[in-house]
C-alpha cells in the first residue's frame, strides 16, 4: 500500500505509510499524540474523536503515548492497520486532511513517559575501542563480555526531547578539581521502548509482545568525570546530566524488513539469551557536528541484540513498566569514520576532526550542535525514517559553579 496521490508524497520518501511513527505535539494542556506522514502530523486524538478511528479505549487521547504503548500489540496492529488506510485511500482525504498539522508548525514534546532508563555497551568495536582508551594496559574486551549484555541503569528523570539544550555538567575532574567538563563528548544509540510491562523474566522470543517501538537515543557523556567516578560501579554522574531522544517512536513492525541476522556469537550463549531467530536491525546512523557529516554508525553490526538485551534485563526477575528505555549502547563499527562518539572518532583528541566551517574539534565547544539521523530499508523498497536527535551544548547553569 502506498500513501495516496493527494498527500504528494516521493516513492522514497522516509516518512511514507510504511513508516508511521508516532509522537506527542504541542504545550501544557495542550498536547496530543500524534502520527507522522511526510511532514504533517495526524492528530490522532482528533481522529478517534471524530470515529475514524476505534481504538478500544482511550488509548490515543492522551498528552503522551504511554496508554497507547501499554494497549499491547494487538491494538497497535489495529490502529497501524486503520492509519495506513486512512492515509491512503482517496475517499478519506475528506475527513483526514483537516486533521493534519505541518512538522514545521508544532512544538514536538517527549513522547512518552520514560519510567526506567538503562543503557547497555552493545558494539563490540565500542567497547573493545573504549577498553583501549580507558585502561590502556589492560586486555580491552573485559572477561564478561561476550558471556552477557553488559548494561547500567541510567537516570530516567533526566532524558529530555530532542532540540532541548543541553547544559556542560560541573563535577570533579580529578582528585581536588571540580569545574566544567573540559571533555563532553556523545554517544550515538538505538533506543527500544518497552510498552506491554512485565513482572519477571522476558524470553528473548518474546521481545515483540512487549517492545513498542525505538528511538535515536543521544547518551552524552563528560569523559572527564566519567574516568574519574567509575570504577568500581560504573558510569554515574558522567551521563546522568541529560539523555536526548528523538521525538519520533518508530514501531517495531515499521522495522520488519530491515531485519538481518545477528552476528556470530562466540563462545555460545546461555539457553535464555539463544533466539528461535537472532535477528538485528539494519539501521543506519548519521552523526553530524555543527553541520559537518562526521561518522556513520552501522547498528545492524551490534553485537547483542535489542530482544537479548530485554531477555537479560528481566533474567533475575526485575520487573519492567511501560516506558522503560534501554539503549543500545554507543553505535560504533569497524571503521574510524563508523565510530558512535568523539572520544572514538577523534581518537581522545589526538586526530581531530575538521568540520566545513574550517575549525577543528576533539570534544564539543560551548554552542556546538550535534544532530544524530537514521535511516533503516522498509518494504517495496521504501526508506524508515527516524528523523533526528539534536541537542546544542550551553554554558553550566550558574547553580553547578558554586564548587564545593
Ligand atoms: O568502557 C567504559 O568504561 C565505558 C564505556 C562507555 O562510556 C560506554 C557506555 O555508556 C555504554 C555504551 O554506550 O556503549
Ligand atoms: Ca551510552
Ligand atoms: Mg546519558
Redesign the pocket.
Known amino acids: 500500500m502506498s500513501a495516496a496521490v493527494w498527500l504528494g508524497l516521493a516513492d522514497d520518501d522516509p516518512f511514507g505509510v510504511e513508516n508511521l511513527p508516532y509522537c506527542a505535539f504541542g504545550q501544557d494542556r495542550f498536547r496530543w499524540t500524534g502520527v507522522r506522514i511526510g511532514d504533517r502530523i495526524l492528530n490522532l486524538a482528533a481522529a478517534e474523536g471524530r470515529g475514524l478511528i476505534e481504538a478500544g479505549g482511550a488509548f490515543l487521547g492522551q498528552p503522551t503515548l504511554s496508554r497507547f504503548m501499554a494497549a499491547g500489540r494487538p491494538v497497535w496492529t489495529r490502529v497501524r492497520e486503520r492509519l495506513a488506510e486512512l492515509l491512503s485511500a482517496a475517499r478519506y482525504r475528506e475527513s483526514v486532511e483537516p486533521l493534519l498539522v505541518p512538522v514545521a508548525d508544532v512544538r514536538l514534546a517527549l513522547p512518552f513517559e520514560v519510567a526506567d532508563y538503562v543503557?547497555?555497551?552493545?558494539?563490540l568495536e565500542?567497547?573493545t575501542n573504549?577498553?583501549k582508551l580507558?585502561?590502556p594496559d589492560g586486555e580491552p574486551l573485559l572477561p564478561n563480555w561476550r558471556h552477557l549484555p553488559v548494561g547500567?541503569h541510567g537516570r530516567a528523570g533526566t532524558v529530555v526531547v530532542s532540540g532541548t539544550e543541553v547544559p556542560r555538567p560541573c563535577g570533579q575532574r580529578r582528585a581536588g578539581d571540580f569545574g566544567p567538563s573540559a571533555r563532553l563528548d556523545i554517544?550515538a544509540?538505538v533506543g527500544f521502548v518497552v510498552g506491554v510491562p512485565s513482572q519477571g523474566a522476558v524470553a528473548v522470543d518474546d521481545f515483540r509482545e512487549h517492545v513498542f517501538g525505538a528511538v535515536l537515543v543521544n547518551?552524552w557523556?563528560a569523559r572527564d568525570l566519567?574516568a574519574w567516578e567509575?570504577q568500581p560501579l560504573g558510569?554515574f554522574l558522567g551521563?546522568s546530566f541529560r539523555t536526548s531522544i528523538s521525538p519520533w517512536v518508530v514501531p517495531l513492525d515499521a522495522l520488519d524488513a530491515a531485519r538481518v541476522p545477528g552476528p556470530p556469537q562466540e563462545p555460545g550463549v546461555l539457553p535464555y539469551l539463544a533466539a528461535g531467530e537472532h535477528y538485528g536491525y539494519d539501521i543506519g546512523l548519521e552523526v553530524s557536528w555543527n553541520g559537518t557529516l562526521v561518522s556513520r554508525p552501522p547498528f545492524g553490526g551490534m553485537y547483542w541484540t535489542p530482544a537479548q538485551q530485554l531477555a537479560h534485563m528481566t533474567v533475575n526477575g526485575a520487573w519492567t513498566r511501560t516506558g522503560d528505555l534501554y539503549?543500545s549502547?554507543?553505535v560504533s563499527g569497524p571503521q574510524i569514520e563508523q565510530t558512535g562518539s568523539f572520544i572514538e572518532r577523534t581518537w581522545n583528541g589526538a586526530r581531530p576532526v575538521l568540520l566545513d566551517d574550517g575549525t577543528t574539534r576533539s570534544f564539543l565547544l560551548d554552542g556546538d550542535t550535534v544532530a544524530i539521523s537514521a535511516t533503516a530499508p522498509g518494504p517495496g523498497g521504501s526508506r524508515i525514517g527516524f528523523g533526528e536527535v539534536i541537542g546544542t551544548i550551553g554554558c553550566e547553569s550558574a547553580g553547578d559553579r558554586r564548587s564545593p
Open positions: 543503557d547497555f555497551y552493545s558494539s565500542h567497547a573504549l577498553g580507558f585502561r547500567y554517544e544509540e547518551d557523556s566519567q567509575y558510569p551521563k539503549a549502547g554507543t
